[in-house]
């Protein structure tokens, strides 16, 4: 097995296919030079940025199905991960773009530990349609935006209490 070793894996999620560009020249770009600025001045940042995208599509494959050829561009690292499984309707598999990768980890790897976030977010017992660490941030944005109406206290910044 192929261990993360001295790599940063973001998840980024929120975005359209065509904002994919602007996410890379401005966000990506952004944290990596603020990373080897700060942390890795030696050059040895590895990371991993994956941006997920929803897709429909009939019939319901089962949960833990990945799809990284035949529908997927070729010119892109990307993939779709079916996370959860349905009950009445059609399941709605989410689409994962690789948009920067120097971590090294292989696509199986990473498509594997996707799927297994989805089943990380503790305040369901079910999975989840992205990993835990994005349904946090939609958890996050939304309690601040509904209740706090500015922003929270500086001593909250590394609570979780409220997720």
């Known amino acids: 097995m192929v261990g993360i070793q001295n790599g940063i894996l973001i998840y980024r999620d929120g975005v359209g296919d065509g ?3 602007y996410v890379y020249e401005h966000e990506v770009v952004n944290i990596k030079k603020k ?7 030696n050059g040895d940042l ?6 997920s995208l929803y897709r429909e599509i009939k019939g319901n494959p089962p949960p833990g199905t990945v799809v990284d050829d035949a529908i997927t561009l070729p010119e892109r690292y990307d993939f779709f991960v079916i996370s959860q499984c349905v009950r009445q309707g059609t399941v709605a598999p989410t ?5 920067e990768d120097t971590m090294g980890l292989p696509p199986d790897r990473l498509q594997m530990l996707t799927y297994k976030l989805c089943h990380m977010y503790y305040n369901w017992s079910g999975t ?6 994005c349904q946090y941030a939609h958890k996050l ?8 109406h500015r922003p929270a206290h500086r001593n909250l910044e590394n609570v979780l209490y409220y997720l």
Do not use: D, G, H
């Open 35 to 41: 990373l080897t600025e700060e942390i890795y001045k």
């Open 141 to 148: 944005a939304f309690l601040v935006a509904q209740a706090l």
């Open 46 to 51: 590895r990371m991993t940025f994956v941006v």
């Open 19 to 21: 904002q994919l560009p």
């Open 95 to 99: 689409s994962y773009n690789v948009i």
């Open 128 to 133: 989840v349609r992205v990993p835990a660490p």
